[in-house]
């Protein structure tokens, strides 16, 4: 099947593809970080490139919010040729010690959302990060002396949650922090047997009452120091 929404060829995509929900920062970090950098898809704004890392080649593509959006960008990822998958997207911290900026690696995310119910037909499922991806990202930050946070996140289909003490709630359960798009990209990945990843910068935080967001600066250096763990997960 060719695909729809990514409108490119196989060939255009690396296997290893970074997948941050925002177009504006596919394209930086296309820009920053890779070399030789092309534009490979524009379709809808979700802008992906490819070019290489330390001589290997590497892909980004944007998934938009939220996992309908992102369930149809993996798919096609993967009709493409896409083989590792890393999610590279901000998230709301949950746990009491999380701090503005700090890293966290995803290694399961709780589907809070109804894309992954009709992706298993409503069987309860629990969608998981693949360990080899978990384990690269891991030694990396390790490397780096970069403190993370590594466990579960929940991904939610609402950024504006009315769920009353959904923080007290889910941190009752070891849950680290929400996003909105990994438990299908995690689901994607293992009905179709590729690997998939998932690194978060807590932009956010949700365990101070009222909710504290990150300066845009302070964003920029996290989001910096989070793509070079990336892309040493992704070529390791
Ligand atoms: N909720 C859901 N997703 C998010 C958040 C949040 O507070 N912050 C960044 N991504």
């Known amino acids: 099947m060719s695909p729809i929404h990514i409108r490119a060829e196989p060939g255009d995509f690396a296997e290893s593809v970074l997948m941050p929900g925002d ?44 996992c309908p959006s992102a369930s149809i960008v993996t798919e096609e990822l993967i009709m493409l040729g896409a083989k590792n998958l890393l999610r590279v997207g901000t998230c709301g911290g949950y746990h009491p010690e999380m701090q503005l900026g700090d890293l ?17 037909e409503g069987l309860p499922y629990a969608p998981a990060a693949h360990f080899e991806v978990v384990h690269a990202a891991y030694h990396a930050a390790e490397a780096a002396g970069r403190k993370t946070f590594l466990g579960p996140v929940v991904s ?21 922090a929400v996003e909105m798009e990994a438990a299908a990209i995690f689901t994607l990945a293992a009905m179709r047997g590729v690997r998939a990843g998932c690194l978060l910068t807590v932009s956010d935080t949700l365990h101070t009452g009222e909710p504290v967001r990150i300066s845009d600066e302070d964003m920029k250096r996290a989001v910096d120091n989070m793509m070079e763990l990336a892309l040493k997960t992704l070529t390791a």
């Open 23 to 66: 177009p504006r920062r596919a394209r930086y970090i296309a820009e920053t970080f890779f070399e030789r950098p092309r534009l490979v898809n524009e379709e809808r704004g979700m802008l992906g490139y490819t070019g290489e890392f330390e001589g290997r080649p590497v892909s980004v593509q944007a998934t938009g919010m939220g």
């Open 104 to 120: 966290v690696i995803a290694t399961a995310a709780t589907p809070q959302d109804g894309t992954v119910l009709r992706l298993t």
């Open 156 to 176: 939610s289909d609402l950024f504006y949650d009315t769920l009353q003490e959904a923080q007290k709630r889910w941190s009752s359960l070891g849950v680290l």
